[in-house]
């Protein structure tokens, strides 16, 4: 009897382990809409019924101009995720542009649910990532126009403008809603904030320095 209850809990671990991830699409697209009012099938967002679907829901014109650099960073990232670009529901994949003026960081951060392709289309940038622990290797590379780099899923990377003139990226990411995380803004920007002996514990830096930048306004790139 005991074995018989241990195969059976055994099973249901595994069952649940092997049904741990996002359900495969079960039509060939589905258009997200909000209102599930109008909606016929659910598969990650609701979805307009297949019949209604039009050209124009497969289409995204919303990277064509370029974004506002003027901040602190001196980047923007405009973003055709699934909440700009319904036609990606259930497709795994999205699209962003990033702008950069001469000295524009895109600052470090984190996708936890995508890796991403980045491809240099105008002027130069000083791209790179950091593995994971034990080792924190940082892989860079400069990017010239037409060249790529791979970030990937979950890992810091950044890109930084070398060049003197602006710097325009283009990139797909292995998520229709990849997420980020910018790792300044999560650690010295949260709300509320985190408590600053903490932080002065963990990174070993004085409390009034953890306060000082506590106190910044952190600004995000999208």
């Known amino acids: 009897m005991g074995s018989a209850i241990f195969v059976a809990f055994t099973l249901l671990a595994f069952a649940s382990f092997v049904l741990a991830s996002d359900p495969s699409s079960l039509q060939d697209f589905c258009i997200g809409i909000n209102d599930p009012k109008d909606g ?40 055709g995720f699934v909440a700009e670009f319904p036609g990606l529901n259930t497709l795994g994949i999205s699209i962003v542009r990033i702008d950069f003026a001469p000295n524009g960081i895109n600052p470090p951060h ?37 060249e790529a780099f791979v970030f990937p899923q979950g890992l810091i990377h950044f890109q930084f403008n070398t060049g003197k003139t602006k710097a325009v990226a283009l990139a797909s990411l292995s998520s229709q809603n990849p997420g980020r995380v910018t790792i300044a803004n999560s650690v010295f920007g ?23 930048l506590q106190a910044k306004r952190w600004v995000d790139t999208i």
């Open 190 to 212: 949260a709300n509320p904030p985190i408590l600053d002996n903490v932080l002065a514990n963990a990174l070993q830096l004085d409390k009034k320095v953890v306060d000082n």
């Open 40 to 79: 016929v099938f659910v598969n990650g967002k609701f979805c307009k019924d297949p019949k209604l679907a039009t050209a124009n829901d497969f289409f995204f014109g919303g990277l064509r101009k370029p974004g506002n650099t003027s901040n602190q960073v001196g980047s923007v990232v405009t973003t």
């Open 110 to 146: 984190t996708h936890p649910r995508a890796s991403e392709i980045l491809i240099c289309t105008e002027g130069t940038l000083y791209v790179g990532f950091v593995t994971s622990n034990p080792d924190y290797r940082l892989m860079t590379k400069v990017l010239h126009q037409g």
